[in-house]
């Protein structure tokens, strides 16, 4: 659960940065800094959603299903 709270966290600053960057009035020092902080978050929200892809994955397999379709590899629906 504590993940769960970190990840929707970083996600939120994240989300924050992509707005202060995309408002454009930072300078290009402050900009700079936020990129770097934005990467950083990017990384580690990335890195726990490939766990819980993993997770998922095992418990699949411990269901007994035969076949695995990777996150990757799934296509979202047409509208």
Known sequence: MKEKILFEED???LQKIVEDLAGGKL??????KKYEEGVKLAQSCSLTLAEAQ?????LMKKEGKASLEKFDDIQPEEK
């Open 27 to 32: 300078t290009l020092g402050e900009s700079l």
């Open 54 to 58: 993993r997770k998922v994955e095992q």
């Open 11 to 13: 996600l939120k600053k």
